[in-house]
C-alpha cells in the first residue's frame, strides 16, 4: 500500500464502516480536542448530508466519504474561502486523472453538469476565532446508474461512470497532499492565489446563471468572484452580489 506523505492531514485516521455522517463525527472528535488534521472516513454513510441541508448519497465502499478536523489562524469570515481551497485541490488532483472536470461556485465538482464531488464546511468559531473547522468531502468513485434513485440520474456521475482507471486509496493520498499544500499555502501568503486558480477552474463563470435565494429568484451572467469568494452576477438590472450560505446557482 501506499505511504501518506502529509505531515498534518490525515494523521490520525479514523476508518469506519459505517456512520451516520462523517462530519458529525469528527466534529464529535474535535469537541473532544482532536488535533489539526484528524480524518474520518467511512465506507458507507447513512445520512450524509450536503449543502442547505440536502441529502448526500454515500453507498458502501462506492466512493471516498471523509472529514478533516482543521484548526486554522484564519478569521471565520474567511471560511468560504477555505471551502473554495478545497474545490481547488481536488479539481488539481482530478484533472491529473484526466478528469474534465470544473467547479461550480461555490464548491461541487462536475463534469458535464454531473456532480462527482461535494463539499460541506462547517465551522465552530466565536466572533473573533475560529475554534475549529470541520471540512467534509464526498468523491464519487464506484457509483453506478444503479445505484442511483431516479431522481438523480441525470445529475450525478462518478470516476466509474466517467471511464477513469484510479486506486482509491491512491487517490485519497493524492487529495490529502493537494489539500495540505494549498491550505499551507493559505497560512502562509493568503488566499489571492488560490482564487485565481479558482477562476481558472471554475465552470460557473461565463454562464448564464439562476440564483435561487430563500425569498426571491433571478437570473443573470455569472462574471466573477469578489475577494471574500462571493459570486458577481450580472443581471439586466446591475451587479448582484451573491453569498454561498444560503443560495442555489443552477446554470441555465
Ligand atoms: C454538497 O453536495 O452540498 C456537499 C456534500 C458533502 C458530502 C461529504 S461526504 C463526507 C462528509 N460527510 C457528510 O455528511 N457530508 C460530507
Request: charged fraction near 25%.
Amino acid at each position: 500500500s501506499k505511504k501518506l506523505s502529509t505531515t498534518c492531514l490525515g494523521h490520525p485516521i479514523i476508518y469506519l464502516e459505517k456512520t451516520k455522517s462523517t462530519n458529525l463525527v469528527a466534529k464529535k472528535k474535535a469537541n473532544e480536542g482532536a488535533p489539526e488534521g484528524t480524518l474520518v472516513l467511512s465506507e458507507e454513510q447513512s445520512s450524509g448530508r450536503g449543502r442547505l441541508n440536502r441529502f448526500f448519497l454515500s453507498p458502501y465502499a462506492k466512493g471516498l466519504w471523509f472529514s478533516l478536523v482543521l484548526r486554522p489562524t484564519f478569521l471565520p469570515m474567511e471560511v468560504s474561502k477555505i471551502t473554495l481551497l478545497a474545490a481547488v485541490a481536488v479539481t488539481k488532483v482530478l484533472r491529473k486523472y484526466k478528469v474534465e472536470c470544473g467547479i461550480k461556485w461555490p464548491n461541487d465538482i462536475l463534469v458535464n453538469g454531473r456532480k462527482l464531488v461535494g463539499i460541506l464546511t462547517e465551522l465552530n468559531a466565536s466572533m473573533e476565532k475560529i475554534n475549529y473547522l470541520i471540512m467534509g468531502i464526498g468523491i464519487n468513485t464506484g457509483i453506478t446508474q444503479k445505484n442511483l434513485p431516479d431522481e438523480l440520474k441525470d445529475t450525478v456521475t462518478s470516476l466509474a461512470m466517467e471511464h477513469v482507471r484510479f486506486k482509491r486509496n491512491k487517490l485519497l493520498c493524492d487529495v490529502l497532499v493537494q489539500l495540505e499544500r494549498y491550505y499551507f499555502l493559505a497560512e502562509k501568503v493568503g488566499f489571492d492565489p488560490i482564487l485565481d486558480e479558482w477562476k481558472t477552474l471554475s465552470c460557473t463563470l461565463g454562464e448564464e446563471v439562476e440564483v435561487i435565494m430563500p425569498d426571491r429568484t433571478f437570473s443573470g451572467t455569472a462574471i466573477n468572484i469578489d475577494h471574500d469568494g462571493n459570486l458577481i452576477v450580472q443581471t439586466s438590472y446591475g451587479l448582484e452580489r451573491v453569498l454561498a450560505g444560503d443560495v442555489r446557482v443552477r446554470n441555465v
